[in-house]
T-cell receptor
Framework: DAGVIQSPRHEVTEMGQEVTLRCKPI?????LFWYRQTMMRGLELLIY????????DSGMPEDRFSAKMPNASFSTLKIQPSEPRDSAVYFC?????????????FGPGTRLTVT | AQSVTQPDIHITVSEGASLELRCNYS??????LFWYVQSPGQGLQLLLK??????LVQGIKGFEAEFKRSQSSFNLRKPSVHWSDAAEYFC????????????FGSGTRLSIRP
């Protein structure tokens, strides 16, 4: 079975541009998480969904960030407008509540550079 | 509030030597505990987890960890490291009352000396 798939793997954009990160969770998983990883702040949970519904977005840094999950197999994280301080690696993870919600499977990440 | 502390930012050990990575947590009750490994350019992979029961848990790649309630610790161990174990290791804690969220430590980078 394929793991969590993220695209693109690398994104370089200029300040002020819109950035969209994509995630395909493991088939059948009902939880999806978005994380951000930086040297300064480590790994931070941004938002998570259960059955496509956002449950907790308290980690989203500001209104420039938004996330959607239109169906069980796809989610997006959008930054508009992007700023240099958004440069980080963004991870998507999914889990199955039956086997253990906390046992999360991570994608390879998207390395975002905003110049 | 729950928190996780990994006091060692970077550790170097010789190949074949034993390894222990420290993790301390702060939480009012028995938490869920995890160790993840992140190889360069990769996502995080679950090494092992503790939910309840036997306080010594075995994981993948020959790793084990021991939950010590009295010391609020969940240290990761391996009797003999291999060069391929060089990576970043993260301890994480989850609250039983909030089953969906886990908090990660700041990580320990492991280097292997040939």
């Amino acid at each position: 079975d394929a793991g969590v798939i993220q695209s693109p793997r690398h994104e370089v954009t200029e300040m002020g541009q819109e950035v969209t990160l994509r995630c395909k969770p493991i088939s059948g998983h009902d939880y999806l998480f978005w994380y951000r990883q930086t040297m300064m702040r480590g790994l931070e949970l941004l938002i998570y969904f259960n059955n496509n519904v956002p449950i907790d977005d308290s980690g989203m840094p500001e209104d420039r960030f938004s996330a959607k999950m239109p169906n069980a197999s796809f989610s997006t994280l959008k930054i508009q407008p992007s700023e240099p301080r958004d440069s980080a690696v963004y991870f998507c993870a999914s889990s199955l509540s039956v086997t253990g919600v906390l046992e999360q499977y991570f994608g390879p990440g998207t390395r975002l550079t905003v110049t | 509030a729950q928190s996780v502390t990994q006091p060692d930012i970077h550790i170097t050990v010789s190949e074949g030597a034993s390894l222990e990575l420290r993790c301390n947590y702060s939480y009012g009750a028995t938490p869920y505990l995890f160790w993840y490994v992140q190889s360069p350019g990769q996502g995080l992979q679950l090494l092992l987890k503790y939910f309840s029961g036997d306080t010594l848990v075995q994981g993948i790649k020959g790793f084990e960890a021991e939950f010590k309630r009295s010391q609020s610790s969940f240290n990761l161990r391996k009797p003999s490291v291999h060069w391929s174990d060089a990576a970043e290791y993260f301890c994480a804690v989850g609250a039983r009352s909030s089953a969906s969220k886990i908090i990660f430590g700041s990580g320990t980078r492991l280097s292997i000396r040939p």
